[in-house]
């Protein structure tokens, strides 16, 4: 809502927006099927993962990849001999029964899955690793120190000492060894490409069910992610690949621009609007939205929907264990960081 919105840990917090309306929930609003699985929302954020939002909130599994990690290290390869379970891999299989059951029983839907790869620690099968060459034929950072001039407040210690086996500590004008970083970002793409094949799933069973030429598809992160470009290996900054996401959709019955790319700006506050305008729902005017529907870019890619896009990230300094505010009052932070793209 274009409202100051003060809240701690999710949107449903007293005296913030509980009468709001999600996204999942206005669909269901208006007569589809809605339902999810995975990391739609953060454990328990809102609480129960939100029952307004869904139609049967009994079968919204989220499912906990963290006593599935890598023990003390940052990424492990799993051979395929070993029996094992992945997160990912569960809520692939609870999707497509998700989708076989509005199929069978032909219900407008809206269904959502939160992959949680590539989220540390990066855990995957291991054939994964033959898509990409040996570590040390890895391009590392190009940028492997911060801006020169840049204020030390916009650069976040991501990896603490002690944290993993395999890191070695680094601060802000020590990069990690050269080596360190080819392997971290094989392991990194490698778990990315097994998100990738789990996508993959999802379209094959769209196309298995005979939905895909009635299905919008949307697909996003919810943020980016850094791989030592400026000595930073997280997400908890202004710069441009924290902040940056991609952003694909399909729709059916736009054929025009179908596998087409736009350089028009977009925010993904922008998706709530542009999936009601898609699926020819009522205009969603009532909840005071921020974003702007994109769906006119699907008929006309060179048009300009909005001249610049946002970003926020604070910093709570006072706060030596975790100065990326985790759990901080708003009213609490030391500094909040903001940048825009206007080009």
């Known amino acids: ?41 953060h454990p328990n954020l809102p609480p129960n993962y939100d029952p307004p939002s869904w139609s049967d909130l009994s079968t919204f599994p989220y499912i906990n990849p963290n006593p599935m990690g890598c023990k003390d290290h940052t990424w492990c390869a799993i051979p ?49 690793l033959q898509y990409y060459p040996a570590s040390s034929q890895i391009k590392p950072a190009k940028h492997r120190l911060p801006p020169v001039g840049m204020p030390t407040v916009a650069w976040h210690q991501c990896f603490p000492e002690g944290r993993n086996k395999d890191i070695v500590f680094n601060n802000i004008s020590v990069p990690l060894p050269v080596d360190t970083q080819q392997t971290f970002r094989r392991a990194y793409y490698a778990a ?42 997280c997400k908890q900054t202004n710069f441009e690949l924290a902040t940056r996401v991609p952003l694909m959709m399909r729709v059916p019955w736009k054929a025009a621009t179908m596998g087409k790319t736009t350089n028009a700006f977009a925010e993904l506050v922008d998706l709530y609007p542009t999936l009601v305008e898609l699926a020819g729902l009522p205009a969603a005017s009532k909840e005071n939205l921020d974003g702007k529907s994109l769906a006119s870019l699907f008929d006309d890619l060179s048009q300009t929907i909005k001249n610049v896009t946002l970003s926020q990230y604070p910093r709570c300094l006072k706060n030596k264990a975790n100065d990326a505010c985790g759990g901080t009052p708003r009213d609490q932070f030391d500094y909040m960081g903001y940048t825009m793209r206007t080009e």
Request: aromatic fraction near 16%.
């Open 80 to 128: 395929s001999k070993e029996k094992t379970t992945f997160a990912d891999k569960n809520s692939t299989k609870i999707f497509r029964q998700r989708l076989q059951h509005v199929a069978k029983q032909k219900l407008p839907f809206f269904l959502g899955i939160g992959f949680h790869k590539p989220h540390l620690a990066w855990r995957f099968p291991e054939e994964f």
């Open 192 to 233: 990315t490409s097994f998100m990738d094949s789990l996508v993959g799933e999802v379209l094959d069973e769209l196309d298995m069910l005979g939905l895909t030429n009635d299905t919008i598809v949307s697909f996003h992160a919810d943020h980016g992610w850094q791989l030592g470009e400026h000595n930073e290996w």
């Open 1 to 41: 809502p274009a409202l100051p919105i003060y809240f701690i840990d999710h949107f449903r917090e007293p005296n913030v927006g509980l009468n709001w309306t999600s996204l999942p929930q206005y669909f269901k609003k208006n007569g589809y099927f809605s339902s999810g699985v995975g990391k739609l929302y």
